[in-house]
């Protein structure tokens, strides 16, 4: 049981490699009122677990580990997710799918099928319209735009 939505913790969200992070007000409310209940309409829709695989950022802590600098998790509104036995173009796609079904969109979407298994969901900040960007990260490095995930494909 979660304590901001039925399934979500928000120690889910402050856990990285170097323990729990200490999230300013804004981020507990941007992680409570925005980001965790979109994770929730998708689990529900779903039926499996989510597992959230990076949450918040600090921004020392997003550095250290070779983030984005302009990386939406420093803001709360970014998480890495996996759902265990699904692929990460599989989950990739039921995230862009689901958000479709709510009439809304993500930001940002980012596969990373051959380099971890999980996915990038991000929110656009407050006032700004979501981009929509779906993109997959190859072995190269690059991130090519997709227009659909298809199941781990390399091109």
Not at 123 to 138: H, N, W, Y
Request: neutral net charge; hydrophobic residues 30%.
């Amino acid at each position: 049981m979660g304590d901001i939505t039925k399934n979500f913790s928000l120690s889910e969200f402050e856990r990285c490699r170097e323990g729990l992070q200490d999230l300013s007000h804004e981020v507990e409310q941007t992680i409570t009122y925005r980001l965790a209940p979109k994770l929730q309409y998708l689990r529900d829709r779903n039926g499996r677990p989510i597992r959230i695989t990076s949450g918040y950022r600090s921004e020392a802590y997003n550095a250290r580990i070779g983030g984005s600098k302009t990386s939406r998790h420093v803001y709360g509104l970014a998480a890495d997710i996996d759902v265990a036995n699904m692929g990460a173009d599989e989950l990739a796609q039921l995230v862009v799918d689901t958000a479709a079904e709510e009439g809304e969109m993500w930001d940002q979407v980012i596969s990373y099928p051959k380099t971890g298994g999980h996915v990038h969901v991000g929110l656009a900040f407050e006032g700004k319209q979501p981009r929509g960007e779906k993109r997959r990260k190859l072995p190269s490095g690059s991130y090519p735009h997709v227009h659909r995930f298809t199941q781990e494909s390399e091109r």
